[in-house]
């Protein structure tokens, strides 16, 4: 089964920083991963998708690499603001079985003004 | 353009009584699942749809029942619902080529005393 880790859980930065935040996961035969943000109570937000045959993308001031033979991505953002507070998900969807997404517990964000 | 909405936002049940979740999305979306998410742990598929009229088990299934009368909605029901079915419960919807990109509601957070 598809194990997907997310450290460290949770992070404080100053405002303006760049930031990684790292996403392990143990089987590499995915089809692709998402990314999405969480605020709290609230649902989850996509934020960025790499396929499996892609090695990053990026939107805005966001940047997230896919490293599928070590069965790695990050997320990096560049110039944090106090509004990128959040929970940062991680899920990878597979080639095969339900169609599913598995989820990593996430990492807390927060930016200190 | 709603989305997926959820309804309701808050519920809270005691042991041993019924009720549904109702999900809605407008994006004409062929796949529709629910997940569950716990404190601690990602997000775990419950059950999802691919189509009209079908719905299959995904990770976590046990204690629920879906349908899928209409493309647009997706229902979850608990027959009788247990301490242990405490969380917070998400849907979402892809279309049903790649990339399979989810959108997701905003939640329900149901508590059952």
């Known amino acids: 089964k598809q194990e997907v880790t997310q450290i460290p859980a949770a992070l404080s930065v100053p405002e303006g920083e760049n930031l990684v935040l790292n996403c392990s996961f143990t089987?590499?035969?995915?089809?692709?991963l998402q990314w999405f943000r969480q605020d709290p109570g609230k649902g989850l937000t996509s934020l960025l998708l790499i396929q499996s045959s892609q090695r990053e993308q990026t939107s805005g001031r966001l940047n997230a690499s896919l490293d599928k033979s070590s069965g790695r991505s990050t997320l990096y953002i560049a110039a944090s603001q106090p509004g990128d507070s959040a929970t940062y998900l991680c899920?990878?969807?597979?080639?095969?079985?339900?169609?599913?997404?598995?989820f990593g517990t996430g990492t807390r964000l927060t930016v200190i003004p | 353009n709603a989305g997926v909405t959820q309804t309701p936002k808050f519920r809270v049940l005691k042991t041993g009584q019924s009720m549904t979740l109702l999900c809605a999305q407008d994006m004409n979306h062929e796949y529709m699942y629910w997940y569950r998410q716990d404190p601690g742990m990602g997000l775990r598929l419950i059950h999802y749809s691919v189509g009209e009229g079908t719905t299959a088990k995904g990770e976590v299934p046990d204690g629920y029942n879906v349908s899928r009368l209409k493309k647009q909605n997706f229902l979850l029901g608990l027959e009788s619902a247990a301490p242990s079915q405490t969380s917070v419960y998400f849907c979402?919807?892809?279309?049903?080529?790649?990339?399979?990109?989810?959108?997701f509601g905003p939640g329900t957070r149901l508590t059952v005393t």
């Open positions: 899920a990878v969807r597979p080639w095969t079985g339900a169609n599913n997404l598995f």
């Open positions: 979402a919807s892809s279309y049903s080529k790649g990339p399979y990109e989810q959108y």
């Open positions: 089987d590499s035969a995915i089809y692709n």
